[in-house]
Every structure is written in C-alpha cells, then in structure tokens.
C-alpha cells in the first residue's frame, strides 16, 4: 500500500469517527439543552426529544451532506472544473421553483410538520431539481458537449429562478416560506426523510464508484479518455444521473445548503491525492461531517434560537473559497 | 511491400465549419517510425486524431486489414495508443498521482474496476523507467514541470503497450538529452516491432524517423524515406525555403536560413 493510500485511508477513518462523535453530541444539543439526554430514561418527552427529533436531524444532516460531496465531487470531475458546485446543472433553482409552485398552490407552510404538507413539499423539489436537470440536458442536447452543459445549466438557472421570482411577487404571502427554503434548514428532517436520503445516497455513491475511472481518464482530457476506449458518452449520462439524484434528493428534505458541496472535494484533496474512486467516498464522508458540524454549530451559536445552517455553510464555506482563491493566486494558478 | 499498419483513404475532416483535411490518403508502414511534419494550420493534429478515431470525419481509417470505426472501443485502445498535446479542452490531472496517471494506460486491459494485475503494474513500471519518471511515481502530477509532466504523459501513453502509438508533438517542453532518450524509446518500440506515428516540430528529430509525411493545407504534399533526396525537397519547399538540409555527423539537419 503507497502512502497515499494509506493516507486516504486514515482520513476516511478519521472522518467517519468524527462523524460518529458529533451524531453523539448532536443529540445532546438543541433548545431543551444536554439535560434531556440525561432525563431521556425516564422522561418519555425528554426521550422523544432525543429519538425523534435530535437524532434523526443531526443523522440528517450529516446525508444531507454526504450527498452534496458526493455531488460537489461528481460535478468538479465531470466538468473539470474545480469551482464547479452541485447546483451547476440548474436543480437549485429547479427545486427552489417547484417548491414556490407548491406553495402557491396549496398554500402550505415549510415549518408545517404534518406529513402529507412535507411530502408535498419534498416531492415538489426533487421534482423541480430533476426536471430543471433534464431541462439543462435539453438544452445542451445531450451531454457530449461540456460547456455547452455549464452553459445551458446557468440559462436554466437564472430563468427558474426568475420564474420562482414571478410567483413569489404574485402572492407574497408564501415569501417567507420560499425564503426559508432558499437558506436551507435541517430542522424538519425526520428518519423517513434519512430513510429516503440514505437509500438514495448509497445508490449514487456506488454508481459514482462504479464510474470513477471515466473520472480519472477525463482528468487527462476528453479526447485521451476516449482513446482509453471509455464509453463517454453513456458514462457522462450516468454521471449527470448521480448528480441530479443525490443533489435532488438532498435539496428536496433541507433545502439550498451552499458550499459544501463546493468544499468538501477540495478539503479532500488538500489532505491527499488520490484517484476519483477514492475521492468520491470521502468526499462524501467530509461533506456529511461538515453539515453535521455546521448544524451543530447553528444550534449552538444563539441557543436556545437557531441559525439558518445554510447562512452558516454559506459564510464558512465562502470565507474558505476566499482563502483557497488566495491561495491558488499566490501560486500563480487560476 | 510492406505491410501497412494503419491507413486513411479519402479522408476529410471538419473543425467547427470549416474542412481543415481535404480526401487524404495515407498508408503508415508497419513497425516504422513516421513522422509528420508541416507548418503550422497544416492539420498535423487533426489527422492524427482523425487516425486514433478520436475526431468525427468522412472517407476511411483501416487498421491493418479491418476499418477502425468496426473494432469496439476497447479493443482499439489495446491496439492503438495516442498522446494528445494537451492544449486548451484539455485535462490538467493536476490532483492525479504520477503512478495512478500512467495506470489510466492499462484501462483497456483492465476488467472493469479490477484491482491492477502484475502484468499491469509491471507495464506500467517499465513505462515510467522508460521515460525516467519512475521516481517521482507518488507524487502529484500538479507538482511536476512541464517537461516533467510530459514524460509521465509520455510514459502513460507507453504503459497501453499497443502495437500502434501516435503521438502529437511527444517532445514539447522536453529538453535535449530527454528529447534524445524519447527517440532512442522511440527507436525500441520499432525494434519490438510496433509502430510509431509521430508529429514533430523539431525538424532534426523528425529526420531521424525512418519515413516522413509532410503536410500543408490539409493535404499530404509528400510522403518518403527520410535519406530521400525527395523527401528533402518536399521539406525545404514546404517551409518555403526558408530552411536547408545537410549531413552532419551522419545525422539529417534542417538549418534555417
């Protein structure tokens, strides 16, 4: 074993414990404070505090992110870029769009615990996230062509999102809502909403596996990849799949959370240099510590209130671009 | 006759609008080096691709007896090998390992998501050592110089082991006693019996080869042995004059004047 490997290793080891030791500790933070845990036995509200609230909210938090650095991963090496983000094909503003159609709509509020209204809810963004995808694709016609993607990717999103903007101004009541859904929350995640995001997560996680290599040989640009004898055009297709999924599917249950996606695949590579199979399994292991983290931090910070953890990944994660563009100039990249 | 190793009949190729290979036909000699060679915009690039089946393009390429657009992708990766100059569009790998990098040339022999074999990791092993980046193997390629990362480039092309390489300018950023070392790997892999396609720039490494292809326009102007009193010819006038040709120490030199 090189000592790259090895090193991959260690850190996805590293990672997965400390993502143990912070759902540990996440179910000990939140409005009721550490006492419920300790009350937890014998207190049924306290318990329920802790069963059906804490844990599956902070476990939640950390899929949710896990899918984004799968994504984030996906993204930057399917499109060789690495500023690329998970919402590059348009799915934010896809999903941000069918969740102001479903609020018009029905008129139901984001912070409504009742099943149906979340599942409506959910429904509605996963929908628009991968309909705006598939929008994209229509547009580039297909994927064989890179930045005819990106291109089309950023005129699906500005449009979606002007639309969302239209409907929001039409009836002003749901802003609030579509506002709160734009910041990104890991408040409402219940275990059927991890059941859907772990589900979805390992199936993506092992096409993205599975695909690699395609990763790898693109690395060395497109016209070498196809003359390793690598299907592009089939495997690209796949990958645009994985993207659409696991960012629909962590969109859909938390809303736009920024940055992690966008941090996470560089976080990973800071520490080690590996191949895309690699990297893709921690990315998702560091993208699932981060929001975790950050969750935790936005139920912390102003106890017994809560930050937005999307403002938060937001005002981390840029801060970390900065320094990373900081740093890349002072090399003389970009 | 010589058996032919690959060849192109009536082959056009368009980039964006415009036709940029008018109908060329061209047969490459088997277990030979031939270099092409011709001003820039001659489409030296643009018919290599076209040869590797990596550009879409009308008329034919014929890979010993069968066309290439025939033979699946794989098995046209295990037979034919071909470096591309980098440029713009295309990848960086700066965050690859060295040796992780070059094993993207054993892809074609590999199952799909198999670990490496022996046979992989010694093909591989011998391909860095050919080129003498063997030693920088763990670290990322993002680190290395230009000429350095060319010969792992290099190296990874090698290490498909196929019987037929095209390489595109395989000597940028190289520096002298490399660009040496590049043409005696160039000379083994010919001795082995493989054949060696390779467009050049350096008009004293291309007279090495053992049969020249010079182009212009789009056409193939001339093709013959690089001792060819014609072949000569057909370079000094391609490049206008401006350059002439003369033994020196046994050796072919274009010198510009």
Redesign the interface.
Known sequence: MSSQQRRALVLGIVLLALGAALLVLGAGIGSTGFESVLDARHDPVALQIVRDIRLPRTLGAWLAGALLGLAGAVAQGLFRNPLADPYLLGSASGASLGVAIALAMFGVSPTSTEWVVRLGLTGAAFLGAVLAVLLTLLLARGVQQTLRLLLAGVIVGVVLGAAKDLITIASADILQAIVGFMLGSTGLVGWSACAVMGALGAACLLLGWMLAPLLDGLALGEATAASLGLPLGAMRAALVVVLALATGAAVAQTGLIAFVGLASPHLVRSAVKTTHARLLVLSTAMGGLLLMAADLLARWLIAPQELPVGVLTAVLGGSYLLWLMHRRSARGGF | MQATALEARQLSATLGSVEVLHAIDLALAAGRWTSIVGPNGAGKSTLL?AL?G?LAHRGEVRLGDQPLSAL???????R???L?Q?GP?????D???V???AM??R??HQR??AAPSEADRAAVERALRSTQAWEWR?R?LGQLSGGERQRV?LA?ALA?EAELLLMDEPLANLDPPHQADWMAVARALVGEGRTVVSVLHELNVALAADAMVVMAGGRVLHQGGCHDPATHQALESVFDGRIVIHRVAGQWIAIPH
């Open positions: 691709k590797a990596l699946p992708g794989r098995a046209r990766a295990r034919l090998s071909w591309g980098g569009g295309e990848g960086s790998a965050d690859l390992m040796y992780d990098v993207l040339g892809l074609p799909w998501l763990t990322p480039l990874r498909v």
